[in-house]
């Protein structure tokens, strides 16, 4: 037996020893071949096809091991997000290349994108179609950011059971003032700001009429953009009817949503995706696709933008991107980890950088992350380079903070900017444990021993601290913002208040110097940095794309359908059921100070998907449940 054993032992330690040679081969190839340098994708003549598999973002986020697991798991898709000046850059490309004649974009599982971003795509769509070239576009339905695309297309096709919408910005939040009061769970609620509405959802039941007159304004503002940008790109669409009397609208075309979405003039063509390849191979003069019904046949957008890479040649002007929510920490890319933004920033001032570009789509967060970032863009201005802030679809609360080192700012009209305000939440549970039979008690030295106590109550003292806190804070933003603007802290205030303005508002207010995009900014940095008619290239700050995770997504990736109308309504409904969550979460992550915008209108990024922190691994809908048994 002992001779067994010891064979047995061995056998093992072979077995292992195998399998760790094979794993040390299999990782030193996967790192070979992901070192190695990437050749430029060949471009076929015919169409450029651009599939939007996501949302159209700022800046992309990072697929991780584990959101791959979670989606092989739920056996779904997991969405690509695609970076909306990468589209940009491709079409402007495509407009100038003999070889592409055409483009067409699937928009079959386009889950949306900020107004902004979709402007300057549909403004490069109008840009290849002046060049002679068609843009055609198709989805199964198309939503408010979908339709606004199509609207610039030559050709916009839908599926049959499919439709075009118009429904405008708006909608309901969900209020949690009565069920934490059924909970008895006390919102400790401190903020600076009559229009600082993102704590009203944990005090209240609905929204407050400052909250009310706020949106009306913002959303207003918003819903005259879009019409504005779909009626110039589609003069005869009858968006009129089609928001003004959705029902009659349908009922016209005996409830054929595709057929009432032609005859407004939203979409041009009914067809199946079939259809669709067919029609493009027909433009192109592509031979017949024998691939599988509706597969595009074309060059794809990556294949193509590794074509055409972006000049790397002359000048650096860097731009730091700022994109998601602003939290403490080193999380990011898609959401601004101000750690991570701050500590590349402070590495890349080394180097020969001639102006500094912040390119900025986010609401805002945590106050000490928003001064963090910056205090190392200051460091820029500090040095003598010129400092242009570029601001996305929206730049607001903590995203307006970090644009006041800019010498001058650059938003669009239908920039979502200002909410200059700052507010903290503190949850207690002592009502509810008191409710089944838990008090609590102790010696303190202090009124702040044991402080902040969630379980037993928050002190008095403490809760004046806090307040005085948050009160603080806001005093310093507008101190900067005046600062930064040439005004008072009392004029500042006036346009303060946590309230939100669109751009068009803002450029009035004084908060923003003048409209352009991403382009606009870089060129006036370079005017700024005095570079004249000399080359210049762009240096992205911090972004570094892992080749590994590209990989491994790109080998889990799978294609479906987006729908019919109510596949597309469950789909925006999860998505609506997930913001709920992590606003709900929110309460209790303890975060500390905030500078977030409530208003702002989200997009459904692979980040923002994520669940927010919440309590340890354990999440706050759980332990409520166990106070609540």
């Known amino acids: 037996m002992k001779f067994a054993r010891k064979v047995w032992k061995l056998l093992v330690a072979v077995k292992d020893a195998l399998v760790l040679a094979l794993l040390l081969l299999f990782f030193g190839l996967l790192y070979a071949l992901l070192s190695m340098r990437p050749t430029p994708g060949k471009v076929s003549e015919g169409a450029l096809v651009i599939q939007l598999d996501g949302a159209v973002v700022e800046e992309t986020a990072d697929v991780t091991t584990t959101d791959l697991l979670v989606a092989q798991t739920t056996n779904a898709d997991l969405p690509t997000d695609v970076r909306a000046r990468d589209v940009e850059r491709a079409l402007l490309a495509a407009a100038k290349d003999s070889k592409i004649k055409l483009v067409a974009i699937d928009l079959s599982r386009f889950t949306g994108g900020g107004f902004v971003h979709l402007r300057d795509i549909g403004a490069a769509m109008d840009v290849v179609r002046k060049a002679g070239k068609p843009v055609l576009t198709y989805a199964d339905t198309y939503a408010d950011d979908g339709t606004q695309l199509a609207a610039h297309a030559s050709e916009a096709w839908v599926n049959p059971m499919g439709g075009a919408l118009a429904v405008g910005p708006g909608g309901n939040n969900l209020y949690f003032g009565t069920l934490l009061q059924k909970l008895k769970i006390n919102a400790h609620v401190f903020r600076v700001g009559t229009y600082k509405t993102f704590v009203e959802p944990y005090t209240r039941d609905g929204p407050?009429?400052?909250?009310?007159?706020?949106?009306?304004?913002?959303?207003?503002?918003?819903?005259?953009?879009?019409?504005?940008d779909v009626k110039k790109a589609r003069p005869k669409a009858n968006l009129a009817l089609v928001t003004g009397d959705p029902v009659g609208w349908l009922k016209a075309s005996g409830g054929d949503f595709a057929k009432a979405s032609q005859a407004a003039g939203l979409i041009d063509r009914i067809g199946t995706?079939?259809?669709?390849?067919?029609?493009?191979?027909?433009?192109?003069?592509?031979?017949?696709?024998?691939?599988?019904?509706?597969?595009?046949?074309?060059?794809?957008?990556?294949?193509?933008?590794?074509?055409?890479?972006?000049?790397?040649?002359?000048?650096?002007i860097g731009v730091v991107t700022i994109a998601g929510n602003i939290v403490d920490g080193e999380a990011g890319p898609g959401t601004a980890g101000g750690d991570r933004i701050a500590q590349a920033?402070?590495?890349?001032?080394?180097?020969?950088?001639?102006?500094?570009?912040?390119?900025?789509?986010?609401?805002?967060?945590?106050?000490?992350?928003?001064?963090?970032?910056?205090?190392?863009?200051?460091?820029?201005?500090?040095?003598?380079?010129?400092?242009?802030?570029?601001?996305?679809?929206?730049?607001?609360?903590?995203?307006?903070?970090?644009?006041?080192?800019?010498?001058?700012?650059?938003?669009?009209?239908?920039?979502?900017?200002?909410?200059?305000?700052?507010?903290?939440?503190?949850?207690?549970?002592?009502?509810?444990?008191?409710d089944i039979g838990v008090s609590s008690g102790g010696v303190k030295t202090t009124p702040l021993s044991g402080q902040p106590d969630l379980l037993g109550g928050l002190s008095p003292e403490l809760e004046q601290i806090?307040?005085?806190?948050?009160?603080?804070?806001?005093?310093?933003?507008?101190?900067?913002v005046g600062k930064a603007r040439g005004k008072t802290p009392q004029q500042v205030d006036g346009i303060a208040q946590g309230r939100v303005w669109?751009?068009?508002?803002?450029?009035?207010?004084?908060?923003?110097?003048?409209?352009?995009?991403?382009?606009?900014?870089l060129a006036y940095a370079a005017k700024a940095a005095k570079l004249g008619n000399a080359a210049w290239q762009v240096k992205y700050i911090g972004r570094k794309e892992d080749p590994l995770n590209a990989l491994l997504l790109q080998m889990y990736r799978k294609r479906g359908t987006g729908g019919d109308i109510a596949a597309f309504a469950a789909r925006r409904q999860r998505i609506q059921l997930a913001a709920a969550v992590n606003q709900a979460e929110a309460m209790v992550s303890g975060q500390g100070m905030q500078a977030m915008c409530l208003e702002c209108p989200g997009v459904p990024?692979?980040?923002?998907?994520?669940?927010?922190?919440?309590?340890?691994?354990?999440g706050w809908m759980k332990q409520l449940g166990l106070l609540v048994k």
């Not at 909250?211 to 879009?226: F, K, M, Q, V």
């Not at 192109?284 to 055409?308: F, I, M, N």
């Not at 990024?605 to 354990?618: K, N, Y």
């Open 273 to 316: 995706p079939s259809d669709f390849a067919s029609r493009v191979a027909q433009l192109s003069g592509a031979e017949a696709s024998d691939k599988p019904s509706g597969q595009l046949v074309g060059t794809q957008l990556a294949t193509y933008l590794a074509a055409h890479p972006e000049s790397r040649s002359g000048a650096q």
């Open 345 to 434: 920033l402070d590495d890349a001032l080394s180097n020969d950088i001639k102006a500094l570009v912040v390119r900025i789509d986010s609401p805002g967060g945590s106050v000490l992350a928003s001064e963090r970032i910056r205090r190392s863009i200051e460091r820029y201005k500090q040095k003598g380079i010129p400092i242009v802030a570029s601001m996305g679809n929206v730049a607001a609360s903590g995203g307006y903070w970090v644009s006041t080192p800019a010498q001058y700012v650059f938003a669009e009209p239908g920039t979502i900017t200002g909410s200059i305000g700052v507010f903290g939440i503190l949850p207690s549970f002592e009502r509810a444990l008191a």
């Open 466 to 480: 806090v307040q005085m806190g948050i009160e603080n804070a806001y005093a310093k933003f507008l101190g900067i």
């Open 502 to 521: 669109t751009g068009e508002r803002a450029r009035e207010n004084g908060l923003i110097d003048g409209f352009g995009d991403l382009d606009a900014a």
């Open 208 to 228: 407050s009429p400052a909250a009310i007159e706020s949106y009306t304004d913002l959303y207003g503002g918003l819903w005259r953009n879009w019409q504005a």
């Open 605 to 618: 990024s692979t980040a923002t998907l994520r669940p927010s922190a919440g309590l340890g691994t354990i």
